[in-house]
Nanobody, 114 residues
């Protein structure tokens, strides 16, 4: 099982980024997927979830209305569109199956700073 996250970078407050995560080694279309983040000195936290079909999503309160999770089962890929970014969104972002399979990927760094 592998998760490869990409799309992070340095962005100014109010900016946008789109993260991607390609998963392999399991039946992607049969699993819900989740995005997590870990800021320096803090615990890893759940950011968003999406069901296997993509029909239902969940967001932590701090990102509601700003982040959108989506998936393309044909490409074994889950996305996180992040708009109106704030400095407190700075973290390493990870994806993983909601019912956890395999180890964490390397993550992708998101830095929101002017």
């Amino acid at each position: 099982v592998h998760y490869v996250e990409s799309g992070g970078g340095l962005v100014q407050p109010g900016g946008s980024l789109r993260l991607s995560c390609v998963a392999s080694g399991f039946s992607f279309s049969g699993y819900g997927m989740s995005w997590y983040r870990q800021a320096p000195g803090k615990e890893r936290e759940l950011v968003a979830r999406i069901t296997s079909s993509g029909s239902s999503t969940y967001y932590v309160d701090s990102v509601k209305g700003r982040f959108t999770v989506s998936r393309d089962n044909a490409k074994n890929t889950v996305y996180l569109q992040m708009n109106s970014l704030k400095p407190e969104d700075t973290a390493v972002y990870y994806c993983r199956s909601t019912a956890p399979i395999g180890s964490w990927g390397q993550g992708t760094q998101v830095t929101v700073s002017s």
